[in-house]
Each structure stands twice: as structure tokens, then as C-alpha cells.
């Protein structure tokens, strides 16, 4: 997951290093702690001071671009994860003689994410 974000942040232009590493800290406190974020709460549990937390937080992000752009990865990773399942199954079919037994579900559940994040699917090289 950690990769995933960082590279969304590394890619999106307007989110430079003194930023990305804020909200790396940020998100990893926050999928780590359960209770009312605030920044005293969220301080005690990373290393960042709350008036960090609290100098951040006053600041424009585009999460709505953030989240976009995590959704089509995690989409292009699990599309991708299907997609070699589905080949190692033939391959492995092929050397059997018999039919591919491909799971079904994958295949829909693959085509439903696509379709549903209007993304075209390109693995990464």
C-alpha cells in the first residue's frame, strides 16, 4: 500500500517532497490509530509534532485527484494479478491437454473494475 501511495504522490506534480513525506506520516498514523484523530491523538503515535499536524492540515490538497489516481492503480494491480492468474491457469492447461479452469468470479470481478473506474488497463513495464 505504502508503494502504491508513494508513487501517486511522486506523480502528481503539484505535491513536492515537504508534502509527500507529511502525508506518508499522515496516512500511515491514521491507518495505525483508531479513535478521534486529532493532532495531539496523531502525534502521540508518529513522530511529527501536533503543530506539524496542525500547520499541514491548513494547507490545499486535491484529494480528489489523490484518490483517483490511487483507484486506477489498485485497479491496474488487481486487474493485472488477474490477468496472470488467468495466464498461468492456461499455461498450465496447455501442458495438461485439458480446458483452462479460469475462475469466473476474476474475470468479472477484473472486467466489473475496469468498467466501473473508466480505466483502460496498462500493466506496468
Given at each position: 500500500m505504502e508503494d502504491i501511495v508513494n508513487s501517486v504522490?511522486?506523480?502528481?506534480?503539484?505535491?513536492?517532497?515537504?508534502?509527500?513525506?507529511?502525508?506518508?506520516?499522515?496516512?500511515?498514523?491514521?491507518?495505525?490509530?483508531?479513535?478521534?484523530?486529532?493532532?495531539?491523538?496523531?502525534?502521540?503515535?508518529?513522530e511529527m509534532h501536533e503543530k506539524r499536524f496542525s500547520r499541514?492540515?491548513?494547507r490545499a490538497f486535491d484529494f480528489a485527484h489523490y484518490q483517483e489516481r490511487?483507484?486506477?492503480?489498485?485497479?491496474?494491480?488487481?486487474?493485472?494479478?488477474t490477468l496472470r492468474r488467468w495466464i498461468a491457469k492456461a499455461s498450465h492447461a496447455d501442458r495438461d491437454r485439458q480446458p483452462p479452469d479460469i475462475n469466473s468470479e476474476s474475470r468479472a470481478f477484473a472486467l466489473s473494475l475496469s468498467i466501473i473506474f473508466k480505466v483502460d488497463y496498462l500493466p506496468e513495464s
Open positions: 504522490l511522486t506523480s502528481m506534480s503539484g505535491v513536492k517532497k515537504p508534502p509527500r513525506i507529511f502525508l506518508m506520516g499522515l496516512f500511515t498514523v491514521l491507518r495505525l490509530y483508531q479513535g478521534k484523530a486529532t493532532f495531539r491523538n496523531l502525534s502521540r503515535y508518529s499541514w492540515c491548513r490511487v483507484c486506477v492503480r489498485r485497479t491496474n494491480a488487481l486487474i493485472d494479478l
